[in-house]
Every structure is written in structure tokens, then in C-alpha cells.
């Protein structure tokens, strides 16, 4: 089964996420597409603006090669027809790092997961428990440093920036409200 945790992060939490995740461990960061695979492997977050919203980070300490597969004719978007995709996720070292979109109402909720064994089509070909211990690291990290609206499983932990918009916003609300 997979793990993940619930986060709502700005570019500059980001930028913090990021660099914690280097102090911990060399690694290599994905988007889950691009136009070609030699821009699948990236450096940083991409802005938001242009439509960036997964990302897979690879603790490069667990063995692994990357295989690229590429968007067939019929795909759900049309535009990206023969763009480069992750082919071997499922059973890869991977924490896969889902954007919060701030959108209000319903929102896509951001995410920090492990898929774990959850899409692995056979036994895991690095050691799993040492990985667990990585990104139960990462989550301790995550839960330190956010802030939740409410405690719950499912809530998301706002990380520093995020919270102060979120709490920012929240106050303009109120001040709207009185207003009327």
C-alpha cells in the first residue's frame, strides 16, 4: 500500500521543501512529462503559471535507471502526443510531490507520497524499509514545519508561506463579511 501525506506549499515553501530534501540525500528530480526526455530531468519547481503540477523526486542513494516511454496518438491531450513520460514509476525510489492549486472551494490538495509497493508489478528492486526510513524523514519534516486548519488524517499541513496566505486570505474574508 502507498503513503502519502497532505501539503499545501507557495514557490518559496517550495524552495525550502527543496533544499531540505537535498540536505538529506543526493537527488534527482523529474517532471512527470516534458516534451523530450533530456527535459525530464530538472533542478528545480517550474512556476506554477506554466501548468507544472507533479513532480518525482529520486533518492539516488537506491539504485535505479529511469525508462522513458513517450504519449501515443488518441491520448486525453492532444498537445502532448509524443511527449516523454516515466514509464517505470510503480516500483521505482520515488517520492512523488503533487501540487496544492490554491484554486479556493474544492481544490486539487497537494501531496508528498510513496507509492511503495501499492503499484509495484513484483517485489520492490531496492530496499524498502531504508527507503521508508528516508521518507518518513521527509514527512517528519513536512509535519514540523506546516501548520493544520484542522488535525486529521486527511487535513493538508501548511507549510510557512503558504499558512501566512492562507491565514491572510482568511482575514480579508472576515473583513469582507463585516463590510457587508
Do not use: C
Amino acid at each position: 500500500m502507498g503513503r502519502q501525506t497532505q501539503v499545501a506549499m507557495t514557490d518559496a515553501d517550495e524552495r525550502d521543501f527543496l533544499g531540505f530534501l537535498r540536505s538529506t540525500a543526493e537527488i534527482q528530480l523529474f517532471e512527470s512529462s516534458a516534451p523530450s526526455r533530456e527535459l525530464m530531468a530538472v533542478s528545480e519547481f517550474a512556476p506554477r503559471d506554466q501548468g507544472h503540477w507533479q513532480y518525482f523526486v529520486w533518492n539516488r542513494a537506491f539504485a535505479w535507471t529511469p525508462e522513458f516511454g513517450q504519449v501515443a496518438p488518441g491520448a486525453v491531450v492532444p498537445q502532448r502526443v509524443g511527449w516523454s513520460f516515466l514509464t517505470n514509476k510503480g516500483n521505482a525510489p520515488l517520492l512523488e510531490y503533487d501540487r496544492h492549486n490554491f484554486s479556493g472551494g474544492r481544490g486539487i490538495t497537494g501531496r508528498v507520497y510513496w507509492a511503495k509497493q501499492f503499484s509495484s508489478p513484483g517485489p520492490l528492486p531496492y530496499d524498502a524499509d531504508a527507503f521508508g526510513r528516508w521518507f518518513e524523514q521527509v514527512v517528519r519534516w513536512i509535519r514540523k514545519h506546516g501548520r493544520q486548519k484542522r488535525r486529521g488524517a486527511y487535513e493538508p499541513f501548511w507549510m510557512p508561506d503558504a499558512w501566512s496566505r492562507y491565514q491572510g486570505a482568511a482575514e480579508q474574508g472576515d473583513e469582507a463579511d463585516k463590510a457587508r
